[in-house]
């Protein structure tokens, strides 16, 4: 089994920045792929952007490219999600996935492990 912890959510104003941190412990070498995901109130869960373990490459959604950028330690066996330029629109329950195959999914069902989310709030 893989844990995935998040954590640096909170409250930002439009136009700020804010950085994520997802921990990942236990079989972490079964691990090939983590991705970011968000959910707000009564809408699906959205795929944010993605990054492979080993090679670094990334993936993002049309609605964060340019503004965020997601980057790995291996060493600490952690996912960054950094965001800056936060729209109020960005404001949701982030989420940090694992998969254990393949390329950068967008899809939830395609990922294996999930957090427990941390909250991010920009406000207008």
């Known amino acids: 089994q893989v844990q995935l912890v998040e954590s640096g959510g909170g409250l930002v104003q439009a136009g700020g920045s804010l950085r994520l941190s997802c921990a990942a412990s236990?079989?972490?070498?079964?691990?090939?792929?983590m991705a970011w995901f968000r959910q707000a109130p009564g809408k699906q869960r959205q795929f944010v952007g993605g990054?492979?373990?080993?090679?670094?490459?990334?993936g993002y959604s049309d609605s964060v490219k340019g503004r965020f950028t997601i980057s790995r330690d291996n060493a600490k066996n952690t996912v960054y999600l950094q965001m800056n330029s936060l729209k109020p629109e960005d404001t949701a329950v982030y989420y940090c996935?694992?998969?254990?195959?393949?390329?950068?999914?967008?899809?939830?069902?395609?990922?294996?492990?999930w957090g427990q989310g941390t909250q991010v709030t920009v406000s207008s």
């Open positions: 990054i492979t373990w080993n090679s670094g490459l990334t």
């Open positions: 236990g079989r972490t070498f079964s691990v090939y792929t």
């Open positions: 996935a694992g998969k254990v195959t393949g390329a950068i999914m967008s899809r939830p069902s395609e990922y294996n492990y």
